[in-house]
C-alpha cells in the first residue's frame, strides 16, 4: 500500500502544469473534530453520537487553479457510550485524494473573494486497534475509500478557516469497531462499513505569490490588466494635452502661452528670427503641419488602426486566452466604443492550419467569444456586438511557426 501511495504521489509530480503560475500551489492543512462510527459495533457495544474526538493533518498541491492532490493522515478515538459495555479502539488513516475546488469552477469570484468550497476524494490504508476488551497487536487492516466536502472562510492571504464532513467507508473490514470479535473470527467477516467525520481546522498556504489557487481567478487578473492599461493610456492622453494649441504637447512646451497661429520650434517657443518680440508668422494654419489633438486623443486614430486591421488580439496555440501583450488592442475597441456609443463591432476569430478544420472552426468561435466575454465585463452592451468564427486562415506558410502566430487572432470590424 505505501509503494502504491508514493507511485501516485510521484506521477502526480511529474504529470503537473511545469509552466510558471501566478498563484501559490502548496498548502498545509490541520483539523480536528468529532466523529460517528456506524455498523458494525458488537451486540451491547454503543458509541455517543457524535463522539470525542479525531484529527488530520495534510498536505495539498494544487495542478491548477480548479484541481489538484491531497496527501493525508487521520486518527480517530473509538470509546463506548455510558450505556454501553466498556471498550477503547485506536483508529489510523492515510490517504491519496483528488481534489476539486468547486468555487472556482461554479465561478464564486463573480460574488464572494472570501468563501470557497473544495470537494475531495480518494483512497488509502487504515488500521483499527481495539485496546479493550480486547487488545489486538496487529490491528484490523483495511482499504479506506474517502470521499467529502470543505467549506472555506478566507481570514488572510496565508491562511483560511475550514469545515469538512467526510464519509469513509472500508473494504475487507473484519472486526467490529469494539473488537469484541477477534481478527481470526472463524466466521470470516468482511465488513463494508462506515466512519462518518466532521471537523474545523485551519489551511496554511506556502508560497511567494500573492494569492493561493483556492481564491485564484483568471478573469479578475485579465480585468486588472485592463484597468492597469487603461490608467496608462489615460496618461498619455494626459500628457499629450496642448493647451495653447501649437502643436506641441504641454510636457515638451516651454511656452505654453504662445500666440494663437504662431509657428513655434520643437520645444513649443514662438519662431522670432529677428528677435522684435512679435512672432514672425501667425497666419500658417497650424493643423497642415502638426498633429492634430482630436486625432492625437480622439477616436479617429483608434478607428483608422482598427479599420485598416492594426488591430487584433492574438492567442497562443491552441488557446483561448489572450496574449497579455494583445489587451491592449481589447483597449482600444473599448475606449472607441464608449467614445461613439452608435458604434457597433463585429468579432471574427481565425486559427491556424493546424490540426482538424471542423476543431479550428470551433475554436475560432471560443476565440471570439472569449474576447466577447471580456468587452462586455469592461461595460460595452453585448446588443452592439456581433461574434463568428472565421475558421482558419490559409493566408500565410503553416510550416513557418512565426506566421501561424500571426492568424491566430480576432480581428474586428466597425459598423
Do not use: C
Not at 457510550?81 to 492515510?94: A, G, I, L, N
Not at 487603461?230 to 499629450?240: C, F, G, Y
Not at 468564427?389 to 506558410?397: A, K, L, M, R, W
Amino acid at each position: 500500500m505505501r509503494k502504491i501511495i508514493f507511485s501516485l504521489i510521484l506521477l502526480g509530480a511529474i504529470t503537473a502544469n511545469a509552466q510558471e503560475k501566478n498563484y501559490n500551489q502548496w498548502s498545509v492543512e490541520a483539523e480536528a473534530g468529532v466523529h460517528k462510527p456506524a455498523n458494525p459495533l458488537s451486540t451491547g457495544y454503543y458509541t455517543s453520537t457524535p463522539s470525542l474526538w479525531q484529527g488530520g493533518l495534510g498536505v495539498r498541491y494544487m495542478i491548477n487553479e480548479k484541481f489538484g492532490l491531497k496527501l493525508d493522515a487521520g486518527y480517530n478515538s473509538i470509546k463506548n457510550h455510558d450505556d454501553s459495555q466498556d471498550f477503547e479502539s485506536k483508529y489510523f488513516r492515510t490517504s491519496l485524494q483528488g481534489v476539486v475546488n468547486l468555487g472556482n469552477i461554479l465561478d464564486f469570484r463573480s460574488w464572494t473573494n472570501t468563501f470557497n468550497v473544495l470537494a475531495h476524494g480518494g483512497m488509502g490504508y487504515s488500521v483499527n486497534k481495539p485496546n479493550s476488551p480486547v487488545d489486538f497487536n496487529k490491528g484490523d487492516q483495511m482499504l479506506n475509500f474517502i470521499v467529502g466536502i470543505t467549506p472555506q472562510i478566507k481570514l488572510s492571504d496565508r491562511v483560511a478557516l475550514t469545515g469538512d464532513l467526510s464519509l469513509i467507508n472500508h473494504v475487507r473490514q473484519s472486526t467490529p469497531w469494539d473488537g469484541a470479535q477477534p481478527i481470526n473470527d472463524t466466521r470470516g467477516l468482511n465488513l463494508n462499513n462506515m466512519l462518518v467525520n466532521a471537523s474545523v481546522g485551519l489551511t496554511f498556504y506556502l508560497g511567494k505569490k500573492s494569492v493561493h489557487a483556492d481564491w485564484y481567478s483568471e478573469e479578475d487578473v485579465i480585468m486588472s490588466k485592463l484597468d492597469s492599461l487603461n490608467q496608462r493610456l489615460t496618461k498619455v492622453e494626459n500628457d499629450m494635452n496642448d493647451t495653447d494649441n501649437d502643436g506641441i504637447a504641454n510636457y515638451l512646451d516651454e511656452e505654453p502661452n504662445t500666440v494663437a497661429n504662431a509657428a513655434v520650434d520643437s520645444k513649443g517657443r514662438a519662431v522670432d528670427v529677428n528677435n522684435d518680440g512679435i512672432p514672425d508668422t501667425m497666419l500658417a494654419p497650424l493643423d497642415a503641419r502638426y498633429a492634430n489633438k482630436a486625432d492625437i486623443q480622439g477616436g479617429n486614430i483608434i478607428k483608422e488602426l482598427i479599420d485598416n486591421g492594426y488591430v487584433n488580439v492574438y492567442f497562443r496555440f491552441n488557446s483561448t486566452t489572450p496574449e497579455d501583450y494583445s489587451l491592449q488592442s481589447v483597449n482600444y475597441l473599448i475606449i472607441y466604443m464608449n467614445e461613439n456609443p452608435d458604434a457597433k463591432a463585429e468579432l471574427i476569430g481565425y486559427a491556424d492550419e493546424l490540426g482538424d478544420v471542423s476543431y479550428n472552426q470551433k475554436l475560432s468561435e471560443k476565440r471570439a467569444n472569449k474576447v466577447q466575454e471580456i468587452l462586455v465585463a469592461a461595460g460595452i452592451d453585448a446588443a452592439r456586438l456581433t461574434v463568428r468564427g472565421g475558421g482558419e486562415d490559409t493566408s500565410v506558410d503553416k510550416n513557418s511557426k512565426g506566421a501561424r502566430q500571426l492568424v491566430r487572432r480576432v480581428t474586428f470590424k466597425l459598423k
